[in-house]
């Protein structure tokens, strides 16, 4: 059996030159999707400024591709990132100092790590090579450990997907939420449905037989559910949202979109069970308190 891992995060190609000495609120995104929504949330994190805030920061959180994509492990991806930020543990997961542990002694870990010159070349790029085979970014890591923050907040966005997720698993995240204070952002069917509030005449979404549709979201076709169909016909595009892509769809029509999801359901418990999302919360919180811009 292989074994379970323990922890998400990685930092992929984390390039350190991406840190910022600027002191900002730092938004850490835990997000279900591989595409759709990272893309979307570092676009707007691009053009944060020229929309009027420039005090916040948003980091989506860089995981594994090993299928860790389930509500549950959402949360999870969030409260790893979370006890890296409190300081309470050492920058590397447990599993991880374990498995160095079999090749290393412990006072070599430490020289490795502090890049001291006592180790040779030769050990140094084993444990390099090491790191790399498990997904694990240094510069990532201290990154997350040490980035400059007028305050932090913590973001879980994930679907309600009736076919996939159960009430009991939502609820259970929901909960853990508000007792850490984490901000939940729930949306139903799927998160497309937040980009569509961009780019769709309302009244029409709100129609009883498009509404049922939308909440229905069966697959149309081998790439579309119903919803991201909608999305795709009118943004053209599939899943990732490139630069050109969200300046012409999506950025200048925020907030239209915080105005749309008012006419839908907009708390945690109502988007469990009606078409809605939760995401204008998390919008009013990067905007401190107002409504953004946008027709």
Known sequence: MAEKKTYRLSGGLFDREEETSDVKRLFFLSVEGESTEPSYFINLNRVLKELGVDDAALHVLRHRKDGLSSPEDVYLLLEECRTIRDRRCELLPLPVIDRLREEFSTEEIEKLMNGSSDVSVEKFKRFQDVLVNLGINL????????????????????????????????????RKC???AYLCCLTNPCFEF???????????????????????????????????????????HYKHINEHTFDRYYGPYLGKATKNAQKFAV?????????GTTMPRLIKEIFNGRLPAGD
């Open 139 to 174: 510069n990532y890591y201290e990154y997350l450990k040490s980035a400059p923050s007028a305050g932090d907040r913590f973001v879980v966005v994930i679907d309600r997907d009736v076919r996939s997720h159960t009430r009991e698993c939502l609820d259970e995240i929901i």
């Open 194 to 236: 937040w980009l569509l509030l961009h780019l769709a005449d309302v009244d029409g979404l709100l129609e009883p037989d498009e509404l049922q549709k939308i909440q229905d979201n069966v697959r149309v076709s081998k790439r579309h559910t119903y919803v991201s169909g909608l999305v795709s016909r009118l943004a053209r």
């Open 267 to 275: 708390t945690e418990e109502a988007v469990l069970d009606e078409v």
């Open 178 to 180: 508000r007792d850490n």
